[in-house]
């Protein structure tokens, strides 16, 4: 018992959270069931394909959703005239009510999937989205589509609230950038691709299909998921294998390490789970000040994405699905900022630690913000003074751009809230509640922006305001982020009621 609780003081000191199985304890005591790492047993020991095969299937699931959720955002204007809305804002709605589910789901989804696992909370999220999916297909009034929307978002928030804990379960700190840019590449890029094949769908055959397409798809997933994917929550896993040896060895008294923590129960217990994201935002301020910023930027892109079919439709007269295919340059402009804050993670990562002598702390991850930061407001800049004046292709090298810096910015936030904080699927739980609420709510009022003060200065607006929010917080959290994590993990001990 001294020797794990020794151990645990001991992790509790590095960045690299990994659940502590008791291998190292396995012969002190036959009755102490443990996961055997020299059998791959433990999500960290896995063999490359199985973390490999298990990391693309939460991609999947993680790209999907988002896809799903402006997948018709070209096609606004075609689902305002079937189903008679007369409001552009409430059109918007329909593609920003998708992202107000994502906001409410993870609140219960991601530290449901620290008390069950994390297949379970993908498996009956994804089922969700499917089957409301199908149904917002035949909807025929603006309350059933909003209402099957706002469901099938629900359900499609799982991978979300889920990601950010499956890659912490399985990779550790120097393979993470690589597996975590590929893997968070979905929520990000699937917005994006989601509007290239609905412009083409909704001109070729019906919007409607732009919701059967993506509840087609995803339910192929999920067979695929409940055929291949396996749990990586560690102390799931080593309920199951209790459950397992007891059944074999049912005299003996058996037991894990978990049984050697004080662990709370009750319904008070279950209540600091679920509020635990909120928390979260509500006293920690390092990551309450990388959710605001994430948040913003987030935000913009949804804005953008919504407002496309004005600035390209409209100004420049393209058809509905030519106007999907425009997306493809902020596609294209995410990939590239991908690949280049992995690279610049690995060079940081690298650096920290010399001779083998790991150096790291997570607040290295924010580096690759500072050029997004710059990136982003370029970017903005030149698409704003150049839509309706310029040929579009500018325009769209300037989305390129914008889109660039909006991958570094969010990659390097998303690293920082897996790596820096006690409970990594809470904390990503908790940037995802602020996110999307910011990408719900952006999008209502973008078109009036550009209106009011023209696409030049609508988009100068945008880009002012992540120039001045985005600076300063990188700053902040770089320079005093560690002092503001300490405050609040020692906040969030005094709310769990355990020793700091």
Same mark, same amino acid.
């Given at each position: 018992?001294?020797?794990?609780?020794?151990?645990?003081?001991e992790q509790?000191?590095?960045?690299?959270? =990994?659940f502590?199985?008791g291998?190292?304890?396995?012969?002190?005591?036959?009755?102490?069931v443990v996961?055997?790492?020299?059998?791959?047993?433990?999500?960290?020991?896995?063999?490359?394909?199985?973390?490999a095969c298990?990391?693309?299937?939460v991609g999947?699931?993680?790209?999907?959703?988002?896809?799903a959720?402006?997948?018709?955002?070209?096609s606004v204007?075609?689902?305002?005239?079937?189903?008679?809305?007369?409001?552009s804002?409430?059109?918007a709605?329909? =593609? @920003?009510?998708f992202l107000?589910?994502y &906001?409410i789901?993870?609140?219960f989804?991601? $530290?449901?999937?620290?008390m069950?696992?994390?297949t379970?909370?993908?498996?009956t999220?994804?089922?969700?989205?499917?089957a409301?999916?199908?149904?917002?297909?035949f909807?025929?009034?603006?309350a059933?589509l909003?209402v099957c929307r706002?469901?099938?978002?629900?359900?499609?928030?799982?991978g979300l609230?889920? =990601?950010?804990?499956?890659?912490a379960?399985?990779?550790?700190?120097e !393979?993470?950038?690589?597996a975590?840019g590929l893997?968070?590449?979905?929520?990000v890029?699937?917005?994006?691709?989601?509007?290239?094949c609905g412009?083409?769908m909704s001109e070729l %055959?019906?919007?409607?299909?732009?919701l059967?397409?993506p &509840?087609?798809t @995803?339910?192929f997933?999920?067979?695929?998921g409940?055929?291949?994917l396996p749990?990586s929550?560690a $102390?799931r896993?080593?309920?199951?294998?209790?459950r397992?040896?007891?059944?074999s060895r049912?005299?003996?008294?058996l037991?894990?390490v978990?049984?050697?923590?004080?662990? @709370?129960?009750g319904?008070?217990?279950?209540?600091s789970?679920f509020?635990r994201?909120v928390v979260?935002?509500?006293?920690?301020?390092?990551?309450?000040? %990388?959710?605001?910023?994430?948040?913003?930027?987030?935000?913009?892109i949804y804005l953008?994405?919504v407002?496309? @079919?004005d600035v390209f439709?409209l100004?420049y007269?393209h058809?509905?699905?030519?106007?999907? !295919?425009?997306?493809l340059?902020?596609?294209v402009g995410m990939?590239?900022?991908t690949?280049g804050?992995?690279?610049?993670?690995?060079?940081?990562?690298?650096k920290?630690? $010399?001779?083998?002598?790991?150096?790291?702390?997570?607040?290295s991850?924010l580096l690759?913000?500072?050029?997004?930061?710059v990136?982003?407001?370029?970017?903005?800049f030149?698409?704003?003074?150049s839509?309706s004046?310029?040929?579009?292709i500018?325009?769209l090298?300037g989305?390129?751009i914008f889109? !660039?810096g909006?991958?570094?910015i969010?990659?390097?936030?998303?690293l920082?809230?897996?790596?820096?904080?006690k409970f990594?699927a809470?904390?990503f739980?908790?940037i995802s509640v602020?996110?999307c609420l910011?990408?719900g709510a952006f999008?209502?009022?973008g078109?009036?922006?550009?209106k009011?003060l023209g696409?030049d200065?609508?988009?100068?607006?945008?880009?002012f305001? =992540?120039?001045g929010?985005g600076l300063?917080?990188v700053l902040?959290?770089?320079?005093?982020?560690?002092?503001?994590?300490?405050?609040?993990?020692?906040r969030m001990?005094?709310?769990?009621g355990?020793?700091?």
């Amino acid at each position: 018992m001294g020797k794990y609780q020794d151990l645990l003081a001991e992790q509790e000191s590095t960045p690299d959270r =990994v659940f502590i199985g008791g291998h190292t304890f396995q012969e002190l005591d036959s009755n102490l069931v443990v996961l055997n790492e020299n059998a791959n047993e433990h999500p960290r020991t896995w063999k490359f394909g199985k973390k490999a095969c298990a990391t693309a299937l939460v991609g999947a699931f993680c790209f999907l959703s988002p896809f799903a959720s402006t997948i018709f955002a070209p096609s606004v204007s075609l689902v305002m005239d079937e189903l008679d809305i007369r409001d552009s804002t409430l059109g918007a709605l329909q =593609v @920003s009510i998708f992202l107000f589910a994502y &906001a409410i789901g993870p609140l219960f989804l991601a $530290p449901l999937s620290e008390m069950y696992g994390r297949t379970i909370i993908l498996h009956t999220g994804n089922f969700v989205l499917v089957a409301f999916s199908i149904g917002g297909g035949f909807a025929q009034t603006p309350a059933q589509l909003s209402v099957c929307r706002f469901c099938a978002g629900l359900g499609g928030s799982s991978g979300l609230a889920v =990601v950010g804990g499956v890659t912490a379960d399985i990779w550790d700190l120097e !393979t993470r950038p690589k597996a975590s840019g590929l893997v968070m590449l979905g929520p990000v890029l699937g917005p994006i691709l989601g509007p290239v094949c609905g412009g083409w769908m909704s001109e070729l %055959a019906s919007w409607r299909w732009t919701l059967w397409v993506p &509840a087609i798809t @995803s339910g192929f997933i999920s067979v695929v998921g409940l055929l291949c994917l396996p749990e990586s929550y560690a $102390p799931r896993l080593v309920e199951k294998k209790l459950r397992r040896v007891r059944a074999s060895r049912p005299n003996d008294d058996l037991y894990t390490v978990l049984d050697l923590i004080p662990r @709370s129960t009750g319904t008070g217990f279950l209540f600091s789970q679920f509020v635990r994201p909120v928390v979260y935002l509500i006293i920690d301020p390092a990551l309450l000040s %990388a959710s605001i910023f994430y948040s913003v930027a987030f935000g913009v892109i949804y804005l953008i994405v919504v407002t496309y @079919s004005d600035v390209f439709g409209l100004g420049y007269h393209h058809s509905v699905g030519i106007v999907g !295919t425009d997306f493809l340059a902020m596609g294209v402009g995410m990939i590239i900022g991908t690949v280049g804050t992995i690279k610049s993670m690995e060079a940081i990562f690298k650096k920290d630690s $010399p001779n083998g002598q790991k150096k790291f702390k997570p607040e290295s991850r924010l580096l690759s913000a500072v050029p997004g930061v710059v990136l982003t407001t370029g970017g903005l800049f030149m698409y704003g003074f150049s839509a309706s004046r310029a040929h579009f292709i500018v325009p769209l090298i300037g989305l390129a751009i914008f889109a !660039t810096g909006g991958m570094n910015i969010m990659m390097a936030i998303q690293l920082y809230a897996i790596e820096g904080f006690k409970f990594p699927a809470s904390a990503f739980a908790a940037i995802s509640v602020l996110r999307c609420l910011f990408a719900g709510a952006f999008p209502l009022f973008g078109s009036k922006l550009f209106k009011t003060l023209g696409i030049d200065w609508g988009a100068a607006l945008l880009a002012f305001l =992540v120039l001045g929010i985005g600076l300063p917080f990188v700053l902040l959290l770089y320079i005093s982020g560690s002092r503001l994590r300490q405050l609040g993990a020692s906040r969030m001990a005094k709310f769990e009621g355990t020793k700091y």
